[in-house]
T-cell receptor
Framework: AQTVTQSQPEMSVQEAETVTLSCTYD???????LFWYKQPPSRQMILVIRQEAYKQQNATENRFSVNFQKAAKSFSLKISDSQLGDAAMYFC??????????????FGKGTSLLVTP | DVKVTQSSRYLVKRTGEKVFLECVQDMDHENMFWYRQDPGLGLRLIYF???????EKGDIPEGYSVSREKKERFSLILESASTNQTSMYLCASSSPGQGNTEAFFGQGTRLTVV
């Protein structure tokens, strides 16, 4: 099974500043999909951003962008102009194109982001 | 508004009880999943189903079983609850489509086994 590693259990950022959350993964597949999910205190998992491995261009969604380095197997999330509502647990996830896994997401252990005023 | 609904947000059960966690989705998704979430361990896949009456083991199936009699409903069963099954349980669903399809999650059931 593919391994997803988030090396930062906790991160802190000041409001309006920029923060980058790290994610690396291990796979022998050449085609796959990567995701960042956010879990606020309400516990509701929310998709933040997604990236197809065959796309060289980094995905962007408003204040959220990724730095996808396929050769390095790295998929970091950058949050610009941080807001108090960004405080949450962030999970990096890998999805194989192989249907044997039911297209299940394989998650990292998460990074808890604290946003200070 | 799409929804995955889990029947309980909080449950307290006794050791040895049979426990049912229910999940219903209204998006006509083929794929449904049960994850367990523990601090410092992230989300781990227990079981998944890609069709009615079909089920496959995930990474940590021991002590659990599942049932999918209808497309919209996926149940997780703890045959004989134990204290090490105290955890947060998350249900999710997605369409098979292309691999970049979004998975939608329920709000989780926090289960305590005493």
């Amino acid at each position: 099974a593919q391994t997803v590693t988030q090396s930062q259990p906790e991160m802190s950022v000041q409001e309006a500043e920029t923060v980058t959350l790290s994610c690396t993964y291990d796979t022998s597949e050449s085609d796959y999909y990567l995701f960042w999910y956010k879990q606020p205190p309400s516990r509701q998992m929310i998709l933040v951003i997604r990236q197809e491995a065959y796309k060289q261009q980094n995905a962007t969604e408003n204040r959220f962008s990724v730095n996808f380095q396929k050769a390095a197997k790295s998929f970091s999330l950058k949050i610009s102009d941080s807001q108090l509502g960004d405080a949450a647990m962030y999970f990096c996830a890998y999805r194989s194109p192989n249907s044997n896994s039911g297209y299940a997401l394989n998650f990292g252990k998460g990074t808890s982001l604290l946003v200070t005023p | 508004d799409v929804k995955v609904t889990q029947s309980s947000r909080y449950l307290v059960k006794r050791t040895g009880e049979k426990v049912f966690l229910e999940c219903v989705q209204d998006m006509d998704h083929e794929n449904m999943f049960w994850y367990r979430q523990d601090p410092g361990l992230g989300l781990r896949l227990i079981y998944f189903s890609y069709d009615v009456k079909m089920k496959e083991k995930g990474d940590i199936p021991e002590g659990y079983s599942v049932s999918r009699e209808k497309k919209e409903r996926f149940s997780l069963i703890l045959e004989s609850a134990s204290t090490n099954q105290t955890s947060m349980y998350l249900c999710a669903s997605s369409s098979p489509g292309q691999g970049n399809t979004e998975a939608f999650f329920g709000q989780g059931t926090r289960l305590t086994v005493v």
